[in-house]
Protein backbone atom coordinates (compact mmCIF):
# COMPACT_ATOMS: atom_id res chain seq x y z
CA UNK A 1 0.00 0.00 0.00
CA UNK A 2 1.17 3.32 -0.88
CA UNK A 3 -0.24 6.77 0.61
CA UNK A 4 -1.24 7.32 -2.50
CA UNK A 5 -3.76 5.31 -2.34
CA UNK A 6 -5.58 7.41 0.42
CA UNK A 7 -7.81 10.29 0.86
CA UNK A 8 -5.61 12.82 1.65
CA UNK A 9 -5.88 16.65 2.52
CA UNK A 10 -2.66 18.99 2.38
CA UNK A 11 -2.17 21.85 4.65
CA UNK A 12 -1.80 25.30 3.40
CA UNK A 13 1.37 26.23 4.69
CA UNK A 14 1.50 29.90 3.39
CA UNK A 15 -1.35 29.96 6.07
CA UNK A 16 -0.63 32.82 8.65
CA UNK A 17 -0.31 31.11 12.49
CA UNK A 18 -2.71 32.45 14.97
CA UNK A 19 -1.26 34.82 17.55
CA UNK A 20 -0.37 32.39 20.68
CA UNK A 21 -2.27 32.56 23.59
CA UNK A 22 -1.44 33.59 27.05
CA UNK A 23 -3.43 31.40 29.51
CA UNK A 24 -3.89 31.59 33.40
CA UNK A 25 -5.20 30.01 36.38
CA UNK A 26 -8.95 31.24 37.54
CA UNK A 27 -8.89 31.18 41.42
CA UNK A 28 -11.46 32.94 43.37
CA UNK A 29 -12.54 34.91 40.31
CA UNK A 30 -9.22 36.43 39.73
CA UNK A 31 -6.77 35.45 36.85
CA UNK A 32 -3.38 34.96 37.73
CA UNK A 33 0.12 33.64 36.74
CA UNK A 34 2.18 31.26 38.77
CA UNK A 35 4.08 32.63 42.25
CA UNK A 36 6.96 31.00 40.26
CA UNK A 37 6.45 32.22 36.81
CA UNK A 38 6.58 29.26 35.47
CA UNK A 39 4.81 28.29 32.21
CA UNK A 40 4.55 25.26 29.65
CA UNK A 41 3.85 25.43 25.58
CA UNK A 42 1.60 23.35 23.79
CA UNK A 43 2.33 23.29 20.26
CA UNK A 44 -0.06 21.97 17.53
CA UNK A 45 0.37 18.17 16.66
CA UNK A 46 -0.51 19.09 13.38
CA UNK A 47 1.63 22.13 12.25
CA UNK A 48 4.22 22.57 15.34
CA UNK A 49 2.80 26.04 15.46
CA UNK A 50 2.53 27.53 19.15
CA UNK A 51 -0.69 27.25 19.68
CA UNK A 52 -0.55 28.53 24.16
CA UNK A 53 1.44 29.42 26.75
CA UNK A 54 0.06 28.31 30.17
CA UNK A 55 0.82 29.13 33.42
CA UNK A 56 2.47 26.13 35.14
CA UNK A 57 0.46 25.37 38.64
CA UNK A 58 1.75 23.83 41.39
CA UNK A 59 1.53 23.05 45.08
CA UNK A 60 0.64 26.44 45.99
CA UNK A 61 -1.75 27.26 43.38
CA UNK A 62 -3.25 23.98 43.60
CA UNK A 63 -3.91 24.76 47.13
CA UNK A 64 -5.28 28.26 46.60
CA UNK A 65 -8.11 27.03 44.45
CA UNK A 66 -9.38 24.26 46.51
CA UNK A 67 -9.30 26.71 49.43
CA UNK A 68 -11.61 29.06 47.25
CA UNK A 69 -13.99 26.56 45.97
CA UNK A 70 -14.11 25.23 49.85
CA UNK A 71 -14.65 28.89 50.91
CA UNK A 72 -17.26 29.11 48.49
CA UNK A 73 -19.19 25.66 49.76
CA UNK A 74 -19.08 26.55 52.72
CA UNK A 75 -20.39 29.85 52.58
CA UNK A 76 -23.13 29.06 50.86
CA UNK A 77 -22.46 31.25 47.39
CA UNK A 78 -23.44 28.91 45.26
CA UNK A 79 -25.37 26.05 46.60
CA UNK A 80 -28.32 28.89 48.46
CA UNK A 81 -29.34 29.96 45.40
CA UNK A 82 -32.46 28.70 44.04
CA UNK A 83 -32.24 25.89 41.60
CA UNK A 84 -34.26 28.06 39.17
CA UNK A 85 -31.60 30.41 39.16
CA UNK A 86 -28.67 28.09 38.87
CA UNK A 87 -30.76 27.01 35.95
CA UNK A 88 -30.40 30.18 34.52
CA UNK A 89 -26.71 30.79 35.05
CA UNK A 90 -26.12 27.14 32.83
CA UNK A 91 -28.71 28.52 30.34
CA UNK A 92 -26.17 31.73 30.14
CA UNK A 93 -23.13 29.75 29.90
CA UNK A 94 -24.44 27.62 27.13
CA UNK A 95 -25.74 30.76 25.20
CA UNK A 96 -22.34 32.18 25.63
CA UNK A 97 -20.58 28.74 24.33
CA UNK A 98 -23.18 28.52 20.92
CA UNK A 99 -22.10 32.72 20.57
CA UNK A 100 -18.20 31.78 20.90
CA UNK A 101 -17.96 28.20 19.01
CA UNK A 102 -16.16 29.32 16.14
CA UNK A 103 -13.25 30.65 18.32
CA UNK A 104 -13.61 27.47 21.11
CA UNK A 105 -13.37 25.23 18.07
CA UNK A 106 -10.57 26.69 16.47
CA UNK A 107 -8.53 26.34 19.43
CA UNK A 108 -9.57 23.22 20.56
CA UNK A 109 -8.70 21.82 16.92
CA UNK A 110 -4.79 23.66 17.35
CA UNK A 111 -4.53 22.29 20.43
CA UNK A 112 -6.01 18.63 19.87
CA UNK A 113 -5.17 18.28 15.85
CA UNK A 114 -9.34 17.25 15.66
CA UNK A 115 -11.09 18.62 12.20
CA UNK A 116 -12.62 22.00 12.23
CA UNK A 117 -16.07 20.43 11.52
CA UNK A 118 -16.03 17.99 14.38
CA UNK A 119 -14.74 20.31 17.11
CA UNK A 120 -17.75 22.47 15.86
CA UNK A 121 -20.17 19.65 16.22
CA UNK A 122 -18.91 18.98 19.73
CA UNK A 123 -18.68 22.16 21.04
CA UNK A 124 -22.41 22.63 19.75
CA UNK A 125 -23.39 19.64 21.60
CA UNK A 126 -21.34 21.04 24.71
CA UNK A 127 -23.68 23.76 24.65
CA UNK A 128 -26.87 21.10 24.73
CA UNK A 129 -25.27 19.57 27.50
CA UNK A 130 -25.02 22.46 29.53
CA UNK A 131 -29.00 23.38 28.66
CA UNK A 132 -29.64 19.58 29.55
CA UNK A 133 -28.06 20.01 33.02
CA UNK A 134 -29.97 23.17 33.66
CA UNK A 135 -33.48 21.31 33.65
CA UNK A 136 -32.00 19.13 36.11
CA UNK A 137 -30.65 22.29 38.13
CA UNK A 138 -34.98 22.66 38.64
CA UNK A 139 -35.33 19.10 39.71
CA UNK A 140 -33.57 18.28 42.83
CA UNK A 141 -36.19 16.38 44.38
CA UNK A 142 -35.81 14.07 47.49
CA UNK A 143 -38.59 11.82 49.18
CA UNK A 144 -40.75 11.74 52.10
CA UNK A 145 -42.47 9.25 54.20
CA UNK A 146 -45.17 9.06 55.67
CA UNK A 147 -45.90 5.34 56.71
CA UNK A 148 -43.61 5.54 59.55
CA UNK A 149 -46.40 5.78 62.29
CA UNK A 150 -48.27 8.53 63.93
CA UNK A 151 -45.62 10.08 65.76
CA UNK A 152 -42.57 10.03 63.00
CA UNK A 153 -42.49 11.51 59.61
CA UNK A 154 -39.20 11.32 57.45
CA UNK A 155 -37.39 13.02 54.77
CA UNK A 156 -34.55 12.13 52.77
CA UNK A 157 -33.32 15.64 51.18
CA UNK A 158 -30.42 15.40 48.18
CA UNK A 159 -27.58 17.47 48.95
CA UNK A 160 -24.88 18.69 47.15
CA UNK A 161 -21.74 16.43 47.92
CA UNK A 162 -19.16 19.62 48.28
CA UNK A 163 -15.91 20.78 46.47
CA UNK A 164 -15.52 18.38 43.54
CA UNK A 165 -12.28 18.09 41.85
CA UNK A 166 -12.66 17.94 37.76
CA UNK A 167 -9.75 16.20 35.90
CA UNK A 168 -9.83 15.96 32.50
CA UNK A 169 -8.10 14.27 28.93
CA UNK A 170 -6.55 16.04 25.79
CA UNK A 171 -9.25 13.49 23.78
CA UNK A 172 -12.39 15.54 24.05
CA UNK A 173 -11.61 18.98 26.27
CA UNK A 174 -14.31 20.96 26.20
CA UNK A 175 -16.93 18.27 25.83
CA UNK A 176 -15.53 16.31 28.54
CA UNK A 177 -15.85 19.22 30.76
CA UNK A 178 -19.43 19.79 29.63
CA UNK A 179 -20.23 16.57 30.58
CA UNK A 180 -19.04 17.29 34.40
CA UNK A 181 -18.88 20.74 35.40
CA UNK A 182 -22.90 21.74 34.68
CA UNK A 183 -24.44 18.65 36.57
CA UNK A 184 -22.12 19.35 39.26
CA UNK A 185 -23.11 23.33 38.90
CA UNK A 186 -26.76 22.51 38.81
CA UNK A 187 -26.42 20.12 42.18
CA UNK A 188 -24.74 23.12 44.44
CA UNK A 189 -21.04 21.81 44.04
CA UNK A 190 -18.35 24.19 43.71
CA UNK A 191 -15.47 22.80 41.43
CA UNK A 192 -11.37 22.53 41.00
CA UNK A 193 -10.51 22.03 37.30
CA UNK A 194 -7.45 20.97 35.61
CA UNK A 195 -7.42 20.21 32.02
CA UNK A 196 -4.92 17.98 30.35
CA UNK A 197 -1.82 20.14 30.11
CA UNK A 198 -1.78 19.52 25.96
CA UNK A 199 -5.20 21.21 25.82
CA UNK A 200 -5.58 23.90 28.36
CA UNK A 201 -6.95 26.67 26.16
CA UNK A 202 -10.72 25.73 25.74
CA UNK A 203 -11.11 25.02 29.55
CA UNK A 204 -9.53 28.19 29.94
CA UNK A 205 -12.02 29.74 27.08
CA UNK A 206 -15.33 28.51 29.30
CA UNK A 207 -13.61 29.71 32.85
CA UNK A 208 -13.91 32.97 30.58
CA UNK A 209 -17.55 32.41 29.75
CA UNK A 210 -18.61 31.40 33.05
CA UNK A 211 -16.91 35.21 34.84
CA UNK A 212 -18.94 36.27 31.87
CA UNK A 213 -22.35 34.87 32.56
CA UNK A 214 -21.74 35.70 36.19
CA UNK A 215 -20.87 32.72 38.37
CA UNK A 216 -20.02 33.65 41.71
CA UNK A 217 -16.51 33.74 42.19
CA UNK A 218 -14.63 31.09 43.71
CA UNK A 219 -17.86 28.40 42.70
CA UNK A 220 -15.36 27.19 39.66
CA UNK A 221 -11.64 27.50 39.52
CA UNK A 222 -9.08 26.37 37.31
CA UNK A 223 -5.28 25.20 37.76
CA UNK A 224 -3.13 24.83 34.69
CA UNK A 225 -0.35 21.99 34.74
CA UNK A 226 0.51 18.10 34.98
CA UNK A 227 -0.97 15.51 36.83
CA UNK A 228 1.74 15.53 39.24
CA UNK A 229 1.56 17.74 41.11
CA UNK A 230 -1.55 19.41 40.29
CA UNK A 231 -3.74 16.23 39.49
CA UNK A 232 -2.28 14.35 42.69
CA UNK A 233 -2.90 17.34 45.51
CA UNK A 234 -6.25 17.35 43.57
CA UNK A 235 -6.91 13.59 44.67
CA UNK A 236 -5.66 13.95 47.78
CA UNK A 237 -6.53 17.45 49.76
CA UNK A 238 -8.62 16.95 52.45
CA UNK A 239 -11.00 19.69 51.79
CA UNK A 240 -11.76 18.03 48.48
CA UNK A 241 -14.84 15.81 48.89
CA UNK A 242 -15.48 13.93 45.58
CA UNK A 243 -13.26 13.14 42.33
CA UNK A 244 -14.56 13.54 39.04
CA UNK A 245 -12.03 11.78 36.78
CA UNK A 246 -12.10 10.85 32.90
CA UNK A 247 -8.50 9.35 31.54
CA UNK A 248 -6.62 6.25 31.49
CA UNK A 249 -7.32 2.98 33.47
CA UNK A 250 -3.97 3.19 35.00
CA UNK A 251 -4.64 6.99 36.41
CA UNK A 252 -8.06 5.78 37.24
CA UNK A 253 -6.94 3.16 39.37
CA UNK A 254 -4.03 5.41 41.11
CA UNK A 255 -6.94 7.80 42.34
CA UNK A 256 -9.14 5.80 43.60
CA UNK A 257 -5.79 4.81 46.13
CA UNK A 258 -4.82 8.03 46.36
CA UNK A 259 -8.36 9.20 47.23
CA UNK A 260 -8.86 6.58 49.95
CA UNK A 261 -6.66 8.14 52.68
CA UNK A 262 -9.58 10.79 52.90
CA UNK A 263 -12.42 8.20 51.62
CA UNK A 264 -13.49 10.69 48.69
CA UNK A 265 -16.55 9.76 46.46
CA UNK A 266 -15.23 9.55 43.45
CA UNK A 267 -16.28 9.21 39.76
CA UNK A 268 -14.37 7.61 36.52
CA UNK A 269 -14.54 7.78 33.29
CA UNK A 270 -12.07 5.52 31.52
CA UNK A 271 -10.97 3.52 29.04
CA UNK A 272 -12.23 0.99 26.78
CA UNK A 273 -11.77 -2.02 24.06
CA UNK A 274 -14.62 -1.90 22.83
CA UNK A 275 -16.11 -4.93 20.76
CA UNK A 276 -18.86 -4.62 17.72
CA UNK A 277 -19.97 -8.26 16.94
CA UNK A 278 -21.41 -8.39 13.05
CA UNK A 279 -23.17 -11.29 12.58
CA UNK A 280 -23.83 -13.44 9.08
CA UNK A 281 -27.07 -12.09 8.48
CA UNK A 282 -25.99 -8.00 8.80
CA UNK A 283 -26.00 -5.03 6.43
CA UNK A 284 -22.63 -5.38 6.04
CA UNK A 285 -22.83 -2.11 3.85
CA UNK A 286 -24.01 -0.55 6.88
CA UNK A 287 -22.02 -2.44 9.16
CA UNK A 288 -18.99 -1.59 6.99
CA UNK A 289 -19.75 2.39 7.27
CA UNK A 290 -20.52 2.45 11.22
CA UNK A 291 -16.85 0.49 11.59
CA UNK A 292 -15.11 2.94 9.52
CA UNK A 293 -16.76 5.88 11.63
CA UNK A 294 -16.07 4.12 15.09
CA UNK A 295 -12.63 3.29 14.54
CA UNK A 296 -11.52 6.63 12.79
CA UNK A 297 -13.42 8.72 14.71
CA UNK A 298 -10.89 11.42 16.73
CA UNK A 299 -8.59 9.61 15.23
CA UNK A 300 -9.13 6.43 17.16
CA UNK A 301 -8.44 8.85 20.58
CA UNK A 302 -11.40 7.81 21.61
CA UNK A 303 -12.86 5.70 24.94
CA UNK A 304 -16.07 4.29 22.76
CA UNK A 305 -13.47 3.79 20.03
CA UNK A 306 -14.93 0.68 18.14
CA UNK A 307 -11.45 -0.84 17.83
CA UNK A 308 -12.28 -4.33 18.21
CA UNK A 309 -14.54 -6.00 15.99
CA UNK A 310 -16.02 -9.58 16.08
CA UNK A 311 -17.04 -10.97 11.97
CA UNK A 312 -18.70 -14.18 11.57
CA UNK A 313 -16.17 -16.06 9.16
CA UNK A 314 -18.90 -16.52 6.36
CA UNK A 315 -18.31 -12.99 5.79
CA UNK A 316 -15.28 -11.65 6.95
CA UNK A 317 -13.87 -11.55 4.09
CA UNK A 318 -16.19 -9.67 2.07
CA UNK A 319 -16.62 -7.25 5.25
CA UNK A 320 -12.73 -6.54 5.57
CA UNK A 321 -12.64 -5.97 1.73
CA UNK A 322 -15.30 -3.22 2.19
CA UNK A 323 -13.39 -1.70 5.53
CA UNK A 324 -10.47 -1.25 3.49
CA UNK A 325 -12.15 0.12 0.35
CA UNK A 326 -14.13 2.85 2.54
CA UNK A 327 -11.03 3.51 4.31
CA UNK A 328 -9.27 4.73 1.61
CA UNK A 329 -12.08 7.10 0.47
CA UNK A 330 -12.14 8.92 4.28
CA UNK A 331 -9.86 12.43 3.82
CA UNK A 332 -7.18 12.29 6.31
CA UNK A 333 -5.46 15.03 6.41
CA UNK A 334 -5.20 19.67 7.59
CA UNK A 335 -7.35 19.40 10.68
CA UNK A 336 -8.11 23.33 9.49
CA UNK A 337 -10.21 21.77 6.23
CA UNK A 338 -13.80 22.08 6.52
CA UNK A 339 -13.44 18.55 4.43
CA UNK A 340 -10.94 16.62 6.61
CA UNK A 341 -12.55 13.52 8.86
CA UNK A 342 -9.50 12.71 10.39
CA UNK A 343 -6.27 14.89 11.82
CA UNK A 344 -3.44 14.69 13.41
CA UNK A 345 -2.42 12.10 16.46
CA UNK A 346 -1.73 13.89 19.86
CA UNK A 347 1.35 13.80 20.36
CA UNK A 348 4.91 11.81 18.70
CA UNK A 349 4.83 10.09 21.81
CA UNK A 350 1.67 8.79 21.28
CA UNK A 351 2.23 8.17 17.47
CA UNK A 352 4.98 6.10 18.63
CA UNK A 353 2.42 3.88 20.74
CA UNK A 354 0.19 3.00 18.45
CA UNK A 355 2.77 2.08 16.00
CA UNK A 356 4.19 -0.37 18.83
CA UNK A 357 0.63 -2.06 18.92
CA UNK A 358 0.72 -2.97 15.34
CA UNK A 359 3.89 -4.27 14.96
CA UNK A 360 3.40 -6.08 17.46
CA UNK A 361 0.78 -7.83 16.12
CA UNK A 362 2.16 -8.23 13.13
CA UNK A 363 5.42 -9.89 14.64
CA UNK A 364 2.96 -12.11 16.44
CA UNK A 365 0.90 -13.44 13.07
CA UNK A 366 -1.67 -10.86 12.11
CA UNK A 367 -2.50 -9.26 8.86
CA UNK A 368 -2.04 -5.68 8.25
CA UNK A 369 -4.63 -5.62 5.37
CA UNK A 370 -4.16 -1.56 5.17
CA UNK A 371 -1.88 1.36 6.64
CA UNK A 372 0.43 0.76 10.19
CA UNK A 373 2.89 3.26 9.70
CA UNK A 374 3.22 7.22 10.22
CA UNK A 375 1.28 9.01 7.42
CA UNK A 376 2.60 12.07 5.70
CA UNK A 377 0.90 14.95 4.69
CA UNK A 378 2.06 17.65 2.37
CA UNK A 379 2.11 20.95 3.65
CA UNK A 380 2.10 19.65 7.73
CA UNK A 381 5.06 18.68 9.69
CA UNK A 382 2.98 17.22 12.32
CA UNK A 383 1.90 13.79 13.44
CA UNK A 384 -0.68 11.91 11.18
CA UNK A 385 -0.95 8.03 11.11
CA UNK A 386 -2.35 6.27 8.51
CA UNK A 387 -6.22 4.35 8.42
CA UNK A 388 -4.94 0.76 9.71
CA UNK A 389 -6.42 -2.38 9.69
CA UNK A 390 -5.43 -5.58 11.23
CA UNK A 391 -6.68 -9.13 10.66
CA UNK A 392 -6.23 -12.53 12.18
CA UNK A 393 -6.06 -11.03 15.56
CA UNK A 394 -6.02 -13.27 18.40
CA UNK A 395 -7.96 -12.52 21.64
CA UNK A 396 -5.02 -12.74 23.25
CA UNK A 397 -2.50 -10.32 21.31
CA UNK A 398 -1.94 -6.70 23.03
CA UNK A 399 -3.56 -4.99 19.83
CA UNK A 400 -7.01 -6.85 21.15
CA UNK A 401 -7.41 -6.12 24.94
CA UNK A 402 -5.53 -2.74 25.32
CA UNK A 403 -6.66 0.69 24.26
CA UNK A 404 -4.68 1.48 21.29
CA UNK A 405 -5.82 4.75 21.05
CA UNK A 406 -5.49 5.57 17.21
CA UNK A 407 -6.81 4.83 13.79
CA UNK A 408 -6.28 1.06 14.54
CA UNK A 409 -9.17 -1.78 13.54
CA UNK A 410 -8.70 -5.19 14.77
CA UNK A 411 -10.12 -7.85 13.36
CA UNK A 412 -11.20 -11.10 14.93
CA UNK A 413 -13.46 -13.67 13.83
CA UNK A 414 -16.39 -16.11 15.25
CA UNK A 415 -18.22 -19.23 14.51
CA UNK A 416 -21.54 -19.18 16.96
CA UNK A 417 -23.36 -16.40 18.84
CA UNK A 418 -22.11 -17.93 22.00
CA UNK A 419 -18.58 -17.59 20.93
CA UNK A 420 -18.35 -14.16 19.31
CA UNK A 421 -20.68 -13.25 23.05
CA UNK A 422 -17.60 -14.45 25.11
CA UNK A 423 -14.88 -12.91 22.91
CA UNK A 424 -16.97 -9.80 23.34
CA UNK A 425 -16.80 -9.61 26.87
CA UNK A 426 -13.45 -11.25 27.53
CA UNK A 427 -12.02 -7.69 28.30
CA UNK A 428 -10.97 -5.77 31.44
CA UNK A 429 -12.88 -3.04 30.08
CA UNK A 430 -16.79 -2.47 29.88
CA UNK A 431 -17.55 0.91 28.30
CA UNK A 432 -19.62 -0.24 25.40
CA UNK A 433 -20.22 -3.05 22.84
CA UNK A 434 -22.44 -3.34 19.34
CA UNK A 435 -23.92 -5.91 17.15
CA UNK A 436 -25.14 -5.83 13.54
CA UNK A 437 -27.29 -8.20 13.09
CA UNK A 438 -31.19 -7.80 10.60
CA UNK A 439 -32.45 -10.84 13.63
CA UNK A 440 -34.15 -8.87 16.56
CA UNK A 441 -33.51 -11.95 18.66
CA UNK A 442 -29.90 -11.99 17.97
CA UNK A 443 -29.72 -8.14 19.19
CA UNK A 444 -31.73 -8.17 21.95
CA UNK A 445 -29.65 -11.68 23.10
CA UNK A 446 -26.63 -9.87 22.88
CA UNK A 447 -28.01 -6.76 24.58
CA UNK A 448 -28.99 -8.99 27.48
CA UNK A 449 -25.00 -10.69 27.78
CA UNK A 450 -22.35 -7.90 26.65
CA UNK A 451 -20.28 -6.70 29.57
CA UNK A 452 -21.02 -2.78 28.85
CA UNK A 453 -22.15 0.49 30.48
CA UNK A 454 -23.77 0.93 26.46
CA UNK A 455 -24.98 -1.53 24.29
CA UNK A 456 -25.89 -0.21 20.46
CA UNK A 457 -27.89 -2.40 17.89
CA UNK A 458 -27.63 -1.83 14.59
CA UNK A 459 -25.56 1.52 14.65
CA UNK A 460 -22.16 2.58 16.44
CA UNK A 461 -21.57 5.64 19.21
CA UNK A 462 -24.45 7.61 19.15
CA UNK A 463 -24.82 9.68 22.49
CA UNK A 464 -27.40 11.91 23.69
CA UNK A 465 -27.31 14.19 26.64
CA UNK A 466 -30.66 12.10 27.94
CA UNK A 467 -28.86 9.05 28.17
CA UNK A 468 -26.01 7.86 30.67
CA UNK A 469 -22.57 7.38 29.74
CA UNK A 470 -20.40 5.20 31.83
CA UNK A 471 -18.69 1.36 32.34
CA UNK A 472 -18.83 -1.30 33.60
CA UNK A 473 -15.36 -3.49 35.10
CA UNK A 474 -12.73 -1.42 34.21
CA UNK A 475 -13.92 0.85 32.56
CA UNK A 476 -15.15 3.50 35.10
CA UNK A 477 -17.50 4.03 38.30
CA UNK A 478 -20.69 5.68 38.47
CA UNK A 479 -22.75 7.40 35.34
CA UNK A 480 -22.71 11.01 33.25
CA UNK A 481 -25.06 12.11 31.31
CA UNK A 482 -28.78 11.28 32.19
CA UNK A 483 -30.95 12.33 34.02
CA UNK A 484 -28.84 10.47 36.73
CA UNK A 485 -26.02 12.69 35.86
CA UNK A 486 -26.74 15.12 38.64
CA UNK A 487 -27.04 12.27 41.20
CA UNK A 488 -23.46 11.83 41.14
CA UNK A 489 -23.28 15.22 42.67
CA UNK A 490 -25.88 14.89 45.17
CA UNK A 491 -25.27 12.72 48.69
CA UNK A 492 -28.73 11.77 50.27
CA UNK A 493 -29.40 12.93 53.69
CA UNK A 494 -32.12 11.62 56.50
CA UNK A 495 -34.21 13.58 58.41
CA UNK A 496 -36.36 11.90 60.82
CA UNK A 497 -38.82 14.04 63.08
CA UNK A 498 -41.23 13.42 65.78
CA UNK A 499 -44.41 14.48 66.20
CA UNK A 500 -45.11 16.03 69.79
CA UNK A 501 -43.38 14.06 73.23
CA UNK A 502 -44.40 11.13 71.95
CA UNK A 503 -40.46 9.62 72.22
CA UNK A 504 -40.30 6.56 75.09
CA UNK A 505 -38.08 7.46 77.48
CA UNK A 506 -34.87 5.26 77.58
CA UNK A 507 -33.96 5.68 81.43
P1 LIG B 1 -4.08 10.17 31.70
O1 LIG B 1 -5.12 9.30 32.24
O2 LIG B 1 -2.70 10.05 32.16
O3 LIG B 1 -4.48 11.73 31.91
C1 LIG B 1 -5.78 12.23 32.10
C2 LIG B 1 -5.74 13.42 33.05
O4 LIG B 1 -5.29 12.99 34.35
C3 LIG B 1 -4.78 14.51 32.64
O5 LIG B 1 -5.33 15.76 32.98
C4 LIG B 1 -3.56 14.19 33.46
O6 LIG B 1 -2.68 15.28 33.63
C5 LIG B 1 -4.18 13.78 34.76
N1 LIG B 1 -3.33 12.96 35.62
C6 LIG B 1 -2.26 12.21 35.28
N2 LIG B 1 -1.76 11.59 36.36
C7 LIG B 1 -2.53 11.95 37.42
C8 LIG B 1 -2.53 11.62 38.81
N3 LIG B 1 -1.64 10.79 39.34
N4 LIG B 1 -3.47 12.17 39.60
C9 LIG B 1 -4.38 12.99 39.09
N5 LIG B 1 -4.44 13.35 37.78
C10 LIG B 1 -3.53 12.83 36.96
O7 LIG B 1 -4.13 10.05 30.14
P2 LIG B 1 -2.94 10.36 29.13
O8 LIG B 1 -3.19 11.68 28.62
O9 LIG B 1 -1.59 10.17 29.71
O10 LIG B 1 -3.16 9.23 28.06
C11 LIG B 1 -2.62 7.93 28.26
C12 LIG B 1 -3.54 6.87 27.72
O11 LIG B 1 -4.76 6.93 28.43
C13 LIG B 1 -3.94 7.05 26.27
O12 LIG B 1 -2.99 6.49 25.43
C14 LIG B 1 -5.26 6.34 26.24
O13 LIG B 1 -5.05 4.96 26.05
C15 LIG B 1 -5.83 6.58 27.60
N6 LIG B 1 -6.81 7.69 27.64
C16 LIG B 1 -8.11 7.37 27.77
C17 LIG B 1 -9.05 8.38 27.76
C18 LIG B 1 -10.49 8.07 27.84
O14 LIG B 1 -11.32 8.91 27.47
N7 LIG B 1 -10.86 6.92 28.33
C19 LIG B 1 -8.69 9.78 27.61
C20 LIG B 1 -7.27 10.01 27.52
C21 LIG B 1 -6.39 8.99 27.54
P3 LIG B 1 -1.51 15.62 32.57
O15 LIG B 1 -1.61 14.66 31.44
O16 LIG B 1 -1.80 17.00 32.18
O17 LIG B 1 -0.23 15.47 33.31
Given at each position: ?????????????????????????????T???S???E?????S?????????????????????????????????????????????????????????????R???????????????????????????????W?????S?N??????????????????????????????????????????????????????????L????????????????????????????????????????????????????????????????????????I????????????????V???????????????V????????????V?????????????????????????H????????R????????????????????????????T?????????P?????????????????????????????????????????????????K??????????????????????????????????????????????????????????V
Amino acid sequence: MTEHDLTLIAGDSSAPADEPLELHHLIDGTWIDSADGETFERHSPATGQLVSRAARGGTAETEAAIKAARQAFDDRRWSDVPGAERAKLLNRVADLIDANRARIARLETLESGKPISQAEAEIEGAANIWRYAATLAWNIRGQSQNALGPEMMGMVLKVPVGVVSIITPWNFPFLIVSQKLPFALAAGCTAVIKPSEMTSSTTVLLGHLLVEAGLPAGVANIVLGYGDPVGALMTTHPDVDMVSFTGSTVVGKAIVASTAGTLKKVSLELGGKNPQVICADADLDEAADAIVFGVYFNAGECCNSGSRIIVHEDVAEALNEKIVALSRKVPFGDPLHPDTKVGAIISQAHQDKIDRYVREAADAGATVLLGGAALAVDGLSGTFYQPTVVSGVKETMPIATEEVFGPVLSVLTFRTLDEAIDLANNASYGLSAGIWSENVHTCLEFVKRAEAGTVWTNTWMDGYPELPFGGVKESGLGRELGSGGIEEFLELKTVQMRIGKSRQKWV
